[in-house]
């Protein structure tokens, strides 16, 4: 697809927008550090008033629990290639089980990068050291694309912070003697909630993603139903330059109620505008609000069938058929929505709570899960993370939460199983006696067929033989004589 400037400019403006406006309702992930040794780095961390830390959306965050390890510089200090081997030696401070946390500098390659050097030499968590004085609780270190390799989890620190570990660690060896190395523990706060908690999930209905995610959550979902509540948003936004003209335009394809509501263009050149992607948010909560189990089936199904439909009204209707919704129920939900008939000016209640609602969480990525009023951090993928941390979200966890998926050690992940010697020669010894037995039959039915053509090749010149024969006043001697030399043919000629 050709890129349209108009478009482009239009997504950028939005996506601008959406960072100007971030002042999240929504409590920040939060992760808490402390110094357990040495006393003297205790001391000094204690009295620091204005310490600040941001985790990053991708990596496996083991939210409601504690990563404790010995800490070491990288080295390079940005991270930003293959780290020099880093002997993580035991102390008499150290207990079994503690984790590896190393420390970086801020810039020159991305978080990923530093976070990947970081897991290959053997770190359990990588905090990241700001290059200047900034509040890290608006900044969200992201994902460059290759995050889902990630599974340790990332902080940025603040500077003033980073600046007092590292006085105590340098070059990946402690300065203090081997009593007195430096060791933090990172906990992952997850707000809690006795019997049932509270799960929004944040989404596009023109992201394909978004769809592939639910589909992975969903049963996690069926897992805790009876002990969590979600309940799904859309991403929208609005048009500032229509604010300008009283939201008056009704020229922009992207946006309805004259650009109070508005959306990116999901195809590019194609059929669709953000208007569909609109409306397709309404039918969706509308959906939700009529039957919640009704809103997952209807995922599901949406997602095998009208992602790529150039009309998405249409297959949203057939798809409400399959599933025994009423789509006249729907609609009707849809049209009573704006407050007049015309949907291209008319304001429409359902999105305008969506949008503040969109504004006061500060979601800045989708999709997102925010769980007991918190923005989750961390990789999406496998949905068993968002799982472990709504599992983490409880004061007593449920059985339930124990019957599947069981939660890795943070501090002592499993590791990679072998495949067993004895095994890989099994699976040699397999294929090889298959093979041979494929050549076998190979020639055997070669050889079948070779009998096959042989004998209608026979017909053929029997038949003509005959033919012939019968034309002829010879001795009936002669004729067995020729019959005897046309059919003295070896098999294997």
């Not at 500098?105 to 976070?115: D, E, L, S, Y």
């Not at 706060?189 to 959550?217: A, C, R, T, V």
Request: net charge negative.
């Amino acid at each position: 697809m050709k890129n349209n400037p108009s478009k482009a400019m239009f997504t950028l403006t939005l996506l601008c927008l959406s960072l100007l406006l971030w002042s999240s309702s929504a409590e920040d992930p939060s992760a808490k550090l402390k110094v357990l040794y040495p006393a003297e780095l205790k001391n000094e961390f204690n009295k620091l008033d204005d310490i600040t830390i941001a985790v990053a959306n991708f990596g496996t965050v083991p939210w409601g629990r504690t990563v404790r390890g010995t800490v070491y510089l990288t080295n390079p200090l940005d991270a930003c290639q293959i780290l020099s081997p880093i002997d993580f030696k035991g102390t008499a401070n150290s207990i079994e089980g503690e984790s590896p946390i190393l420390v970086a500098g801020r810039g020159n390659c991305t978080f990923v990068m530093k976070a990947l050097n970081a897991q290959n030499a053997g770190a359990r968590a990588l905090i990241v050291v700001d290059d200047q004085e900034e509040n890290e609780n608006f900044i969200l270190p992201v994902d460059d694309g290759h995050g889902g390799a990630i599974h340790i989890p990332v902080l940025l620190i603040n500077k003033k912070t980073g600046e007092l570990i590292e006085k105590y660690v340098s070059g990946g060896q402690q300065v203090a003697n081997a009593n007195q190395q430096v060791e933090l523990s990172i906990k992952f706060d997850m707000p809690k909630k006795y019997d049932n908690i509270d799960y929004e999930i944040w989404l596009s209905s023109s992201d394909g993603f978004s769809f592939d995610f639910i589909k992975d959550l969903h049963r996690y979902h069926d897992i805790l139903k009876k002990k969590a509540t979600m309940t799904p948003h859309y991403a929208i936004w609005y048009c500032p330059i229509c604010e300008l003209l009283n939201f008056q335009d009704t020229s922009n394809p992207n946006c309805l109620s004259g650009g109070r509501y508005c959306s990116p263009d999901p195809d590019g050149n194609g059929p669709l505008t953000g208007k569909d992607t609109l409306l397709e948010d309404l039918r969706q909560i509308c959906i939700y609000n009529h039957s919640a189990e009704s809103w997952w089936d209807y995922h599901d199904n949406f997602r095998r069938s009208c992602l790529n439909a150039e009309t998405l009204e249409n297959c949203s209707k057939s798809t409400m058929d399959d599933i025994g919704v009423d789509q006249k129920k729907i609609m009707d939900c849809v049209n009573k929505s704006f407050t007049g008939p015309n949907r291209d000016k008319d304001d429409n209640t359902i999105l305008r709570e969506e949008r503040n609602l969109f504004t006061q969480r500060g979601i800045l990525t989708w999709p997102a899960v925010v769980i007991n009023s918190m923005t989750y951090r961390g990789n999406l993928e496998p949905a068993s993370n968002i799982f472990e941390a709504m599992c983490g979200g409880f004061t007593v966890t449920p059985s339930e939460c124990e019957q599947s998926d069981p939660r890795p050690d943070p501090n002592n992940p499993p590791k990679p199983r072998k495949q067993p010697k004895s095994h890989l020669i099994s699976i040699i010894t397999i294929i090889s006696l298959a093979t041979v037995a494929f050549i076998i039959l190979f020639f055997c039915y070669k050889r079948h067929v070779k009998r096959e053509i042989l004998q209608e090749m026979n017909t053929q010149i029997t038949s003509t033989m005959h033919r012939y024969m019968a034309m002829k006043d010879d001795s009936k001697d002669a004729t067995d004589d020729k019959k005897t030399t046309v059919f003295a043919i070896d098999d294997n000629a």
